[in-house]
């Protein structure tokens, strides 16, 4: 297995929204749901934000959210803010013969 | 509020075992609902699943580590513990560990704070 490609940066202005793509292949992200999406600030562990793609967990501002169309899930952050400055990976659990799980390079969100 | 704490021993020497072991505080680990799992994170790079064990005492492991990896579980001491043999030094990794649910669509949640370990001679 693959890892799955996310872009390595992105930027926007607080307010404005931005969206982190996360691309697999028809065996992975294409086939199955359970696309997770975590938050990593600098020095700190990764916090789930959004999980089975478009699932936010308790506490996860609605500005976070997710969807998925073909091979790519994607996670859009509206009415950027500071605080949203942060490494985000996408990961895939894949519930085949024998459980694995993918993650994305990261992609490093830059509030300007 | 379940919480979780790697501990490790910080330098370990290339060709050694890598044994890092992470504590559940706040919760039980006796669930079929959870599982468990460990993951790292090398300096500067991205994320990397090693492992996960089910309450089953099933455990998968990442194909490209698999010769050299053992997760196992003590519920009775609430501790999950790693082994990662012939270590080199890319390795070197912060090295975390995780619940899974399969109600959250096994999706991670929450990670333990980490614990840097480190290859070196």
């Known amino acids: 297995q693959s890892a799955l490609t996310q872009p390595p940066s992105v930027s926007g202005s607080p307010g404005q929204s931005v969206t982190i793509s996360c691309t697999g292949t028809?065996?992975?992200?294409?086939?199955?749901?359970?696309v997770s999406w975590y938050q990593q600030p600098p020095g700190t562990a990764p916090k789930l934000m959004i999980y089975?793609?478009?699932n936010r967990p308790s506490g996860v501002p609605d500005r976070f959210s997710g969807s998925k169309s073909g091979n790519t899930a994607s996670l859009t952050i509206s009415g950027l803010q500071a605080e949203d400055e942060a490494d985000y990976y996408c990961?895939?659990?894949?519930?085949?013969?024998?459980?694995?799980?993918?993650f994305g390079g990261g992609t490093k969100l830059t509030v300007l | 509020q379940l919480q979780l704490q790697e501990s490790g021993p910080g330098l370990v020497k290339p060709s050694e075992t890598l044994s890092v072991t992470c504590t559940v505080s706040?919760?039980?680990?006796?669930?079929?609902?959870?599982?468990w799992g460990w993951l790292r994170q090398p300096p500067g790079k991205g994320l990397e699943w090693i492992g996960s064990?089910?309450?089953?005492?099933?455990?998968y492991y990442n194909p490209s580590l698999k010769s050299r990896v053992t997760i196992s579980v003590d519920t009775s001491k609430k501790k999950l513990s790693l082994k990662l043999t012939s270590v080199t030094a890319a390795d070197t990794a912060l090295y975390y560990c995780?619940?899974?649910?399969?109600?959250?669509?096994?999706?991670?949640?929450?990670w333990g704070q980490g614990t840097l370990v480190t290859v070196s001679s």
């Open positions: 995780a619940r899974l649910m399969p109600i959250s669509g096994m999706a991670f949640d929450p």
């Open positions: 706040g919760g039980s680990m006796i669930s079929t609902t959870y599982y």
């Open positions: 064990i089910y309450y089953s005492g099933n455990t």
């Open positions: 028809s065996s992975d992200v294409g086939s199955y749901n359970r």
């Open positions: 089975e793609v478009s």
């Open positions: 990961s895939l659990y894949s519930s085949s013969s024998t459980p694995f799980v993918l």
